[in-house]
């Protein structure tokens, strides 16, 4: 699989990705227009779906709530309707899951992240599900094109009782369209807490000049779509080797393992769609393990 650096934080940088200087009259990122949006929904339930107890959003973030099927959840639908991100935008998205809320969380497209001239993209990610909700946060992947610079943090608050599906995807250049990643910075961090105490942090970073050493086996080797999936709820031990033995049979590179009271699950593939393929696969069986509820592969994920 791959090695995760840890880092606190974003060390600001001035400097530009290797062999991409800035324009000729020193224009920086602060010096643009910059996206600056927020979703905030907060769902309550008792067991046969969610009501909205409270909604936020600021453009070019928009939270749409469709109806699909029968299902007893609520699935919602994050659109960035800025068409991308860029360097310096800033987005927040927090969801919040209470009493026997069921919620499934997606995103209507894959998320683009394009070059910057000299600072990093933030996406800050907030989820908590408390008492005895169901909870799955399942965007599609998130494409990192040359020389962008990204710094992506999601945080987890869970209450004992509850149930959460957490997934994150990352790719380096879209093999298909003969993409590469030769510069940037990419930074993604997780914290989980369970019941206020820290239980996991893990962080995934890649800056300027180490994209050229990606290639070799102690980094990424020959993958360029990696994914993390964590899982917590009941049974941890049982579902942990339901989810060994669903990964040995995928196409795709994938292992899972407990830490501090949570199921970890690194994936990983040549190509985004082979990575998708799989993920999808896992998704599909494992929900099935798992009953009733927003676990399954989201609709959106197949408009």
């Known amino acids: 699989m791959f090695e995760a650096t840890h880092e606190s934080g974003y060390r600001e940088e001035t400097r530009s990705p290797e062999g991409q200087g800035l324009p000729k009259d020193d224009v920086r990122d602060v010096d643009l227009e910059r996206a600056n949006g927020t979703g905030r929904i907060v769902l309550t339930g008792e067991g046969t779906g969610a009501r909205i ?25 994050i659109v960035n309707s800025s068409g991308g991100v860029a360097g310096g935008d800033r987005l927040e998205i927090e969801v919040v899951a209470l009493n026997r809320a069921f919620v499934s969380v997606t995103t209507q497209a894959a998320e683009k992240i394009y070059r910057a001239l000299d600072r990093p993209a933030r996406i800050s990610t907030k989820l908590k599900a408390s008492e005895s ?92 779509a990696v994914g993390t999936l964590i899982y917590f709820g009941p049974r941890l031990d049982a579902r942990l080797e339901i989810l060994r033995e669903i990964a040995a049979s995928l196409d795709c590179q994938c292992a899972a393992t407990i830490v501090g009271a949570v199921i970890i699950v690194r994936v990983a593939a040549a190509a985004g769609a082979d990575l998708k393929r799989g993920l999808r696969s896992l998704l599909d069986r494992f929900s099935l393990e798992l009953g009733p509820g927003p676990f399954g592969v989201p609709k959106m994920w197949s408009c």
């Open 53 to 77: 107890a409270d909604i936020y959003q600021k453009f070019p973030i928009r939270l749409l709530l469709p109806k699909v099927d029968d299902q007893p959840c609520r699935e919602v639908v």
């Open 133 to 224: 909700a169901k909870l799955a946060w399942l965007p599609q992947e998130t494409i990192v094109f040359n020389g962008a610079r990204i710094a992506r943090q999601t945080e987890i608050d869970l209450c004992s009782g509850a149930e959460i599906i957490a997934l994150e995807l990352l790719i380096l250049g879209r093999i298909e369209s003969g993409e590469e990643v030769l510069g940037g910075y990419v930074l993604d961090s997780w914290r989980i807490r369970l019941d206020g105490r820290l239980v996991w942090a893990d962080g995934f970073l890649v800056a300027d000049e180490i994209f050229a050493h990606l290639h070799r086996k102690a980094l990424l080797s020959r993958w360029k």
